[in-house]
């Protein structure tokens, strides 16, 4: 007799379409035509033109019933709307923090707080950068030092938890500058620039004691804390039975404040908030969110927008959201490694990222790979995807050209916004592009703009 094996049970999405939005589908030569116009750069293609957009997760949610109904209860008053207070009563449930201002994005508490708690000279250490949080941190006077582990480097290193801090570079840098001149350390969950990688609950802890020793306060990067704490519950010891939402409140219960894009995690399409425990630093923040954003009541955002955040929080933090959201991320890239796509591993939160060094070997970096890669998977499907390899990294001081270790396609995906049967649409796609990786040449810079240039350059075809 053959032996039971138990049957894997299926997830499926927590929720059912309500109203659609038509997607445009286009021929090859329609794809053609509009990606050689945009300079072979997605970033420079029409939203009408592509058929699934995974360009990026921040921004491109799908709300629920309810959090529509909340745009129609916006209390639109300047000072002191309903919706700040429903906001605050989130951040406070949910996240744990005392004090909340809101922000039009998360760029703008990083800017807010960024001036309040850095002076010139300082250092802030951080697990891998962040565009905006570096920029920040950079022209309030400060130095952006990395002390994510090694393994977060290299693509194949399979390290469970590759957001981890490395408590010994940290230590050496305590050691170095005295902690004086560190004012906090800012702790991404999870490390977008790494490919969607998870902290662990332990190292934050580990962290809290050195730096409560020092008095060095740590600032929580919260933009995706809620798909952080999904892989706390799946790979770290003790958490299994938690739920999403205890593992959240325990991640900010071992920091001092936090910047947020809820862009991402909190299911809205704009909004941000700065949070923080310390009420001379919130004094400060909230006069002078009054100078760049708006009223510490409103920050730039409409009474509407905040409700629909106020509600977002809420819906984030549920195990089967969660499970629905990062399990059709892990569909997809289970899917694109059974074929024998060379992918980022493991498989972070937010999205894939393909290895154009490896599936592309016979172009050199300077033939921009990633670029071509991600107008070649356009040009098969209408898949729109983005570069992070050499266009993204840029130039040093000396206008030389960085060369990243890492080459990556990312594909990112929006949540709550695409079906099973897109992930297999956008895997065959993928496989295809791989079939016919051999014939695939190189590109040439045509135009190449001075400042993030991967936004705007432009390319021709070798
Ligand atoms: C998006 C993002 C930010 C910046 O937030 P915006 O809302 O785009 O201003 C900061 N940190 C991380 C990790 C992000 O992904």
Same mark, same amino acid.
């Given at each position: ?27 090859? #030569? ?10 072979? !750069? ?11 957009? /995974? ?11 309810? *959090? ?17 207070? @429903? ?25 807010? /707080?960024?001036?309040? /708690? ?8 951080? !697990?891998? $950068? ?28 399979? @390290? ?33 620039? =790494? ?34 704490? $999904? ?8 958490? #299994?039975?938690?739920?999403?939402? =205890? ?21 809205? !399409? ?44 809420? #819906?984030?933090?549920?195990?089967? @959201? ?27 939160? @937010? ?15 300077? *033939?921009?790979?990633?670029?071509? +890669? ?26 030389? !050209?960085?060369?990243?270790? /890492?080459?990556?396609?990312? +594909? ?5 916004? $695409?079906?099973? =049967? ?29 400042? +993030? ?10």
């Amino acid at each position: 007799m053959k032996a039971k094996v138990a049957k894997k049970r299926s997830w499926a999405e927590p929720y059912k379409i309500k109203m659609v939005e038509l997607l445009k589908m286009t021929t090859k #030569e329609q794809r053609k035509k509009a990606i050689v116009e945009a300079g072979y !750069n997605t970033f420079l293609l029409k939203s009408e033109d592509v058929y699934i957009d /995974l360009l990026t997760d921040s921004g491109t949610n799908a709300m629920s019933d309810q *959090q529509w109904a909340g745009l129609m209860l916006g209390d639109e008053a300047y000072a002191g709307s309903k919706n700040f207070y @429903h906001l605050d009563d989130a951040v406070k449930k949910y996240y744990g923090y005392k004090y909340m201002i809101p922000t039009h994005q998360g760029r703008g508490a990083e800017n807010i /707080l960024s001036k309040i /708690l850095i002076k010139q000279g300082d250092v802030i250490p951080g !697990n891998m $950068y962040f565009t905006t949080t570096r920029l920040h941190q950079e022209l309030a006077g400060g130095n952006f030092v990395d002390v994510i582990i090694d393994e977060a480097h290299d693509s194949t290193n399979l @390290h469970p938890f590759k957001g981890n801090i490395d408590l010994k570079k940290v230590e050496a840098l305590i050691k170095k500058h005295g902690s004086k001149k560190i004012p906090y350390i800012c702790v991404a969950t999870t490390v977008n620039m =790494a490919g969607g990688q998870p902290i662990s609950m332990e190292n934050l802890k580990a962290l809290r004691k050195l730096t409560k020793a020092h008095g060095i306060k740590i600032i929580l990067d919260m933009t995706r804390v809620a798909e952080n704490a $999904y892989f706390i519950k799946e790979r770290e010891k003790g958490y #299994e039975n938690k739920s999403i939402a =205890a593992i959240v409140k325990e991640t900010c219960s071992y920091t001092d404040g936090a910047t947020m894009s809820a862009k991402k995690d909190a299911l809205v !399409n704009i909004g941000g908030f700065l949070a923080i425990n310390d009420k001379d630093v919130y004094e400060e923040a909230s006069n002078m969110v009054v100078v760049y954003e708006g009223l510490h009541t409103y920050g730039g955002l409409a009474g509407r927008d905040m409700e629909a955040m106020a509600i977002g929080i809420g #819906e984030s933090v549920s195990d089967e @959201h969660m499970n629905a959201r990062i399990g059709q991320v892990l569909y997809l890239g289970e899917k694109l490694k059974e074929a024998g796509i060379p992918i980022v591993e493991p498989i972070g939160g @937010h999205g894939i990222f393909i290895d154009a060094k490896r599936f592309l070997p016979h172009l050199k970096q300077d *033939q921009f790979p990633a670029q071509v +890669l991600a107008a070649e998977i356009f040009i098969d499907s209408g898949v729109r995807t983005m570069e992070r390899g050499i266009v993204s990294a840029g130039r040093n001081s000396k206008g030389e !050209n960085y060369y990243p270790e /890492l080459e990556l396609v990312r +594909l990112t995906i929006p949540r709550r916004v $695409y079906t099973q =049967a897109h992930m297999d649409v956008i895997a065959e796609s993928i496989e295809n592009v791989y079939e016919n990786r051999n014939k695939i040449k190189g590109l040439k810079m045509v135009y190449e703009p001075k400042y +993030l240039r991967f936004f705007q350059a432009k390319f021709r075809k070798l």
